[in-house]
Each structure stands twice: as C-alpha cells, then as structure tokens.
C-alpha cells in the first residue's frame, strides 16, 4: 500500500530564516506531487504541483520554492521566511493523469515568529 | 476562471440523522472532477468521494454520496446515517482538464460539521 510522510509535524522559524520541508512517498511510482498552504480556517492554496523529478511548476508566485531531486521526494523551501508563511503546510500525492484522488500526508504546521 | 463555493460554514446534524454539505462550481470547461475531502481536528485530509463529470450515475462510497446535479454546477455530499466521528471540516475540490492531463485542482472554504449526540 501507498503510504506518504511528511516531516517535520510542527516547526516554529523566526523571520528571515530557511525552511525545508520534506515529503516523501512510498509505494508506487511515478507519482504527480503537491505542495498546498492551509491558512487558519480556510480551505486549501496549491503552491506547487510536479510530474516528474525536476519538473516543478508554481501556482503562486511567492518566496518559496519547492524541487523533486527523486521520484517520490519532494521539498518545500525558503531562503528567507516571512510572517506571511505561516500556516499549514500539506504534500500529497496522486496516480499520473487527470482524474485520480489526492492523498495527503500529516502535514507541517509552520510557525514564523 | 474556475471557482469552488461552499455556503455553509458550520452544520449541526443530529446522530443518525443525514446531512447535505453543499457545494457550487463554477468552469467552462468540459471536462471536470469533482472531489469532497474530510479533514479532522487531526489535520489530515481524506479523500471520500469522486464524481467525473461525464459520470451519469451519482457517485457512492459507503455511507457517502455525491448529488451530482450538472445544469445547476453542484456537487452536494449526502452523509447518511451520521457519526460522531463525522465532525470534522469538509471541503469540496474541483480539477478541471482531467482529460488532458490537468493537474490544477481548486478547493472551497470548506463546511464544519458538528454532529450531536
């Protein structure tokens, strides 16, 4: 079975630092991947999405970046963070193609103080 | 532009009860997917349900439908027989493109269910 894991669960970064978050999935391969940003109480943003390791495309134009070095490896990153980045950070995965499910990880509530 | 509207901020649905979370879409495209998503005080999301949009039956799974009404651009969850353990946030998703390829998929504001014992 497809599993998918998330690190680290929560992260608290003063302004102006790096942030690297991880995501990785086991069990199938070739996945799409995506990076989203949950704000409090509301629904879901799409930062990334990619097809395959190094294709990256971005949603929203914004201090973050994101790159897929393997297959199933996908991180989320800063150079410098901004109070603007808080939120909860969520990857998931979904079988090549246009028609299937996402699946989530745990997700990464980031904090930037 | 393609957009996702959920009306109802908060439910409250006795146990055992049904409730209808709404959810209006907006595209021009003609090629869609419609998807609802559960996400508890956990923070997880948990894909319930799938409706394509050239899919003629309603979508099931469980105690899960999707009321799929296409002229009027909605896709309701009908949540039969409700638990305890159905409170939780639910949002509704839509991915235009789905048979190019599309990937982008767009969430709404979500509905928080209370279900009262």
């Known amino acids: 079975s497809q599993t998918i894991h998330q690190w680290p669960a929560t992260l608290v970064q003063p302004v102006g630092s790096p942030l690297s978050l991880e995501c990785t999935v086991e069990?199938?391969?070739?996945?799409?991947l995506y990076w989203y940003r949950q704000a409090a109480g509301r629904g879901l943003q799409l930062l990334f999405y990619?097809?395959?390791?190094?294709?990256i495309s971005s949603e929203v134009p914004q201090n973050l970046s994101a790159s897929r070095p393997q297959d199933r490896q996908f991180i989320l990153s800063s150079k410098k963070l901004l109070l603007s980045d808080s939120g909860f950070y969520l990857c998931?995965?979904?079988?090549?193609?246009?028609?299937?499910?996402?699946?989530f990880g745990p997700g990464t509530r980031l904090t930037v103080t | 532009a393609q957009k996702i509207t959920q009306t109802q901020p908060g439910m409250f649905v006795q146990e055992k009860e049904a409730v209808t979370l709404d959810c209006t879409y907006d595209?021009?495209?003609?090629?869609?997917?419609l998807f609802w998503y559960k996400q508890p005080s956990s923070g997880e999301m948990i894909f319930l349900i799938y409706?394509?949009?050239?899919?003629?039956q309603n979508a099931t799974e469980g105690r899960y439908s999707l009321n799929f009404q296409k002229a009027r651009k909605s896709a309701n969850l009908v949540i039969s027989a409700s638990q305890l353990g159905d409170s939780a946030m639910y949002f509704c998703a839509m991915r235009e493109g789905v048979g190019t390829g599309g990937f982008k998929t767009i969430f709404g504001a979500g509905t928080r269910l209370f279900v009262k014992a």
């Open positions: 990619s097809v395959g390791i190094g294709q």
């Open positions: 409706q394509g949009s050239y899919d003629e």
């Open positions: 069990g199938t391969s070739n996945p799409n």
């Open positions: 595209t021009s495209d003609q090629s869609y997917g």
């Open positions: 998931a995965w979904s079988r090549a193609g246009g028609n299937y499910e996402q699946y």
